[in-house]
DNA sequence: GCTTGACCTGGAGTGCGCTCCAGCACCTAC
DNA sequence: GTAGGTGCTGGAGCGCACTCCAGGTCAAGC
């Protein structure tokens, strides 16, 4: 199967001009052209593009994807390499996930406490203790 | 408790610039002054930034932390519009906690494989079903 | 009284990741 | 053969969230 950019940028979620511009920057390598000079992707375009937009998604920094590009167009000589990047940003990745969910802590916290101002009369965030830092009373 | 800016910026974790930039934008009320002018930061201040960076942290667009602080600002009438907005943006939190974790299957299954592939002779990714669509070979 | 250092202001600059645009080429359908 | 749709290029522009800077004020210590 091949597609023309607009089906690219369908299946892989991004635009047309996300992928002209992955293109530039050596994210991605120029695919086909046809009669016309137009760009027409493979399915290994697209499953390239879309394992990107998990990079991207999970927070990794274009400098460094580009980096990954690099790497895999050397070939299999820089599995081990390409390898230490994902583990590395799996770490990452997972840390952002610890963090998110204190902050949700928090979150339920604040929601939990304008629940009982909306609903009656007390005070808000009166004799508890709060559940970071200096926070009290101050949202 | 009082703080100069530069223990407000060290406890908040935010940059002297950046607390001015908050006070200039209106995320934050102008804090009280000292006798030569320089802001002095109090634990009510530094609570609501702490609060503001677990918003931040999790992605919330400062325009709407804006609108937050504007609420909070017109007092407890506008405590059930406050938690709407948390609510909402909870929901935003837990589900880009979901989509972190789908995309850390994706990295555990590329790890595993580059496991293989530098471990042994083995060719990449043959003989199995990808954990995503189109994404053979492809990365 | 002079240096030092923290802080002040208004405004300009930065880095990131796109996004848009003008002006042109090509292919298809009528 | 012409109108419309899709795509092309190079380059400019944008929105966000800061970050930096010049030129100045102020208080404390020597």
């Given at each position: 199967?091949?597609?023309?950019?607009?089906?690219?940028?369908?299946?892989?979620?991004?635009?047309?001009?996300?992928?002209?511009?992955?293109?530039?920057?050596?994210?991605?390598?120029?695919?086909?052209?046809?009669?016309?000079?137009?760009?027409?992707?493979?399915?290994?375009?697209?499953?390239?593009?879309?394992?990107?937009?998990?990079?991207?998604?999970?927070?990794?920094?274009?400098?460094?994807?580009?980096?990954?590009?690099?790497?895999?167009?050397?070939?299999?000589?820089?599995?081990?390499?390409?390898?230490?990047?994902?583990?590395?940003?799996?770490?990452?990745?997972?840390a952002r996930i610890d963090e998110l969910r204190s902050c949700v802590d928090v979150l339920d916290y604040k929601i939990d406490n304008y629940e009982r101002v909306v609903a009656?009369?007390c005070?808000p965030e009166t004799?508890e203790t709060t559940p970071w830092t200096l926070a009290h009373s101050a949202g």
């Open positions: 199967m091949t597609y023309s950019i607009a089906e690219a940028a369908h299946r892989s979620g991004l635009s047309i001009d996300t992928l002209r511009y992955y293109e530039r920057i050596d994210l991605i390598d120029p695919p086909a052209r046809d009669s016309g000079g137009r760009r027409v992707y493979t399915d290994d375009d697209l499953g390239w593009l879309v394992f990107l937009t998990k990079l991207r998604t999970t927070g990794m920094p274009i400098k460094l994807m580009r980096e990954y590009a690099r790497l895999r167009r050397l070939g299999e000589g820089t599995a081990g390499e390409r390898k230490r990047i994902l583990e590395d940003h799996r770490a990452d990745v997972l009656g009369a005070p004799g």
